[in-house]
Structures are given as C-alpha cells and as structure tokens.
C-alpha cells in the first residue's frame, strides 16, 4: 500500500527566504509523486510531478523537488518566495486510480 | 481548455432537502473523480468513475449518489445528509484510459457545502 508523510503541518518564512517542504512515501510499486498546491478558498492545482527520467523536476513558478529513491523522499524547495506562495501543499503519490494525498503543509510569507 | 468546472460555487441544505452538485469538464478525460475535504485536512476520495461507469466507491454511505450522464459530466446527488458532511466537494479528472497512475487529476474549484 502506497502512503505518504508531509512532516510539517506549517512552515513559516520570511519574504524572500527559501523554502524546503519536506515530503516522504512508501510504495511497493512504480511511483508516481506529485504536488499540488491549494490556495485560500479555491480547488488543488498541479504544481509538478515525477514519472521518470531526471530526478529534479522544476514548475514554472519556480518550485523544483527532486526524487531520491533511497531515502523515498520528494522534497519541494523555492530559492526565494513571495507572498503569493501563501497556500497549502500537498504532496501525493498515485497508485492504480487513486491519489494519497499527505496530510498537507501550511506556508505562511511573512513580509 | 484544461478546466474542471463545479457548480453551485456555494449550497446552504437543511437535512430533508434533496440537492445536486454538477461536474463538467470538456478535456476528453474518461476519468472522473469526486472528492470531500474537510478544513486543514487532505481531500479524500469518494467516487470514481472510469468510461462513465462506477468503478471505486470508497464505501460512501448512500445518502450521496454519484452519476456519470456523459463523458463531459459528473453529478453528486445528495439526501437527507447530516451537519457533518458540511465540507468543499471537489470534482476531478484525468486523462487516459480510466485514469492511468502517471497521469495528473485536474481538479475543479469545488463547492462548498453547508448543511444546518
């Protein structure tokens, strides 16, 4: 059974500092590792995801998460983030028709 | 067009009515999913269903009733539900042949749904 472990509820950052949102799974078949990322009062929008091939995989707003199969881990940073990154981030792993979502991180920007 | 479309945005029921939420999608997805989150925790899922046909129903109880008119649409019937099925409901969909596990779900807006 595929399950995965966001281990942090929240994260606080200041304007313009880098984020890490760290994200662990377990999974007895092929992975396939996604976030997305829900802002206030609206639907989950993919931000990226791993299939195969490179284990760094970028978005276009910036976010990149590298897959490391050997500590089972598909951790998400930002160089630098802005107030607009406000929002909860799920990470899930797919297994056959269904997503398991981790219990989500909250990122606060402060300014 | 990759958008999932939900409506009402917002439903207020008592627990005697009889509501729907609707789903549309115009993707080709043949894969279609309906989901319930409740605050600060992760959507879960519900329903799925594969070529317009009930292919998961994660043991839901039957007060909600899942339909698949179509390919494009997706409705939840809801009765006689309980204050504490007050939650946003999300629809979503994925492409490929039911939904394969490498493809992405898009999800719609979803509505958000008081019951008094």
């Known amino acids: 059974a595929q399950s995965v472990t966001q281990l942090d509820s929240q994260v606080p950052v200041f304007e313009e500092a880098p984020v890490e949102l760290r994200c662990n799974y377990s999974?007895?078949?092929?992975?396939?590792l996604f976030w997305y990322v829900q802002y206030p009062n609206q639907g989950l929008q993919l931000l990226l995801k791993y299939l195969s091939g490179s284990t760094l995989v970028e978005s276009i707003n910036g976010f990149e998460a590298e897959f490391n199969k050997s500590q089972t881990s598909f951790h998400l940073r930002k160089p630098s983030v802005h107030i607009s990154d406000t929002a909860e981030y799920f990470c899930?792993?797919?297994?056959?028709?269904?997503?398991?979502f981790g219990q989500g991180t909250r990122l606060t920007i402060n300014p | 067009d990759t958008e999932v479309t939900q409506t009402p945005k917002h439903l207020v029921m008592g627990m005697t009515n009889k509501k729907s939420l609707k789903c549309e999608q115009h993707m080709g997805h043949r894969a279609m999913y309906w989901y319930k989150q409740k605050a600060k925790k992760p959507p879960e899922l519900m329903f799925v269903?594969?070529?317009?046909?009930?292919?998961i129903n994660e043991s839901v109880p039957s007060r909600f009733s899942p339909e698949c008119p179509n390919s494009s649409l997706l409705n939840l019937h809801l009765h006689a539900l309980q204050p504490e099925d007050s939650a946003l409901y999300l629809c979503a969909s994925s492409q490929g042949r039911g939904g394969g596990p490498q493809y992405e779900q898009y999800f719609g807006p979803g509505t958000r749904l008081t019951v008094t």
């Open positions: 999974s007895s078949v092929s992975v396939y």
């Open positions: 899930a792993v797919s297994a056959s028709q269904k997503l398991v």
């Open positions: 269903y594969s070529y317009e046909k009930l292919s």
